[in-house]
Structure formats: C-alpha cells, structure tokens
C-alpha cells in the first residue's frame, strides 16, 4: 500500500531532535558561561578578598521564590540547571558525612548544618524561578564531569575512605563546589537576563563568599577547582 501514514504516527519522528537541540545549546552556554566568568575575573584580579566577607553572610536569606511569571533567557536556564545538580550533590555529601560517626570533626558537622539549609532554601527559589518561568527542570548534566559537582564517583570514594580521612576529604570536595558556585554566579550576574535571577546569584555568591571563609584552615579545604 502506498497510501501516507496515518498522521498520528508522525509526530513521534520530530519532537527528540528538537530535545536535543534545546540541551545542546544548553550545555554550549554553560561552558561560555564559566570560560566567561573566568576570563573576567581575571581581569579584574580576583582574589582572596571576595572570601572575607562576615559569616553573617551566610545566614542571609535567599528570598521567596517569585508567584508572578519571569522570563529566563538561555544563560538564566543554564544557570539553574546546573546549579540544581550541584546542590544536591553537595547535599548527598552532607547526607554522607552525617552517616559517618568515627571520626567525625564537629566543626565541619557544624558547617555542613548551615550548608544544608542553605542549599535546600536555594533549590527551592530556582525551581520556583524555573516555574514561574515555564521551563521545565532537565539534568543534562547528569554522569559528566563538571567542575565543583560531587559525582557519584567522588561520593563512592568517599564512603570507601577510612573514617579519619572523611572530614578533610568532604572539605576539600565542599569548597571545590562553593568555589565554582561563585564563578558560576558571577556569570549569571554578568550574563543572566531575569533580574528575580541576578539578584539571587548575587546572594548566592554573597553567602558562598562566607562559607568559603568557614572552611578556611581545614585539611585539605584550600586551593582552587579547575574550570576546565
């Protein structure tokens, strides 16, 4: 027969390119986003002095997920989908250190306590901005390696290390996130469209800058996590 199909087969053939194509340029934005960021940052001779900032700083509080409607441009989306991997993953982490009693380093336990209400407070505001926007949440990201997320990988080798390695392990992989979190918020800043989202990039990176400075003088907490 060779009639046409029927037309409710045919949408079937379009709608995974057109995916495809969404995440692709996605992806694409996310790495101009932090090759951006950092070229800037540069240039403007970041430094240490960003990581000063009073540990009041880390209280403050992410604001209320926005009601009215919000329009995210192409680096807003990338934004928040990467974000949102990043803090769970931080959030595993913690859930991890937790489970670990030998061992354990009350001061980081403290830290990580603060950290867990903050993230959780901020995945809340960028699904919220993400609704508000109509732009539904997608994990693109998920099994790539990107600069400061903890990975499976990483989470398995921590719960491989022994107990007394756990507390300078954590640390290190917990400022390795807060740290890119920063370079990713500064390119929000610089590059986002919605002002609902820039201005929460800007409290995110105001309270990273004093978490940073509460893991300063931890084992194996210092350095810089690459951005390649």
């Not at 803090?87 to 982490?93: D, F, K, P």
């Not at 500064?186 to 919605?194: D, H, I, L, N, P």
Request: proline fraction near 7%.
């Amino acid at each position: 027969m060779s009639g046409d199909a029927p037309v409710d087969q045919q949408p079937t053939t379009t709608r995974r390119p057109a995916f495809r194509g969404r995440a692709g340029r996605i992806v694409g934005v996310v790495a101009t986003l932090v090759v951006t960021t950092v070229a800037v940052g540069l240039s403007q001779g970041w430094g240490r002095a960003d990581q000063t900032a009073s540990p009041s700083a880390a209280a403050l509080p992410t604001g209320p997920a926005p009601t009215a409607s919000v329009v995210l441009n192409s680096t807003d989306d990338a934004f928040i989908q990467l974000l949102i991997p990043m803090n769970e993953g931080a959030l595993a982490l913690i859930d991890h250190v937790d489970s670990r009693s030998a061992g354990a380093d009350p001061s980081l336990r403290a830290v990580l306590n603060d950290l867990r209400a903050a993230h959780q407070a901020e995945l809340r505001d960028l699904r919220g901005l993400l609704a508000a926007g109509n732009v539904p949440e997608q994990n693109i990201h998920e099994g790539h390696q990107m600069p400061g997320m903890v990975t499976d990988a990483s989470l398995a080798e921590l719960r491989a290390a022994p107990h007394t390695e756990v507390p300078s392990r954590a640390a290190a992989l917990v400022r390795a996130h807060l740290a890119q979190t920063v370079v990713l918020c500064r390119g929000e800043q610089t590059a986002g469209g919605s002002p609902e989202l820039k201005a929460l990039a800007g409290r995110i990176q105001q309270a990273r800058a004093a978490e940073l400075s509460a893991l300063d003088g931890r084992p194996g907490a210092t350095g810089t996590p690459q951005a390649d």
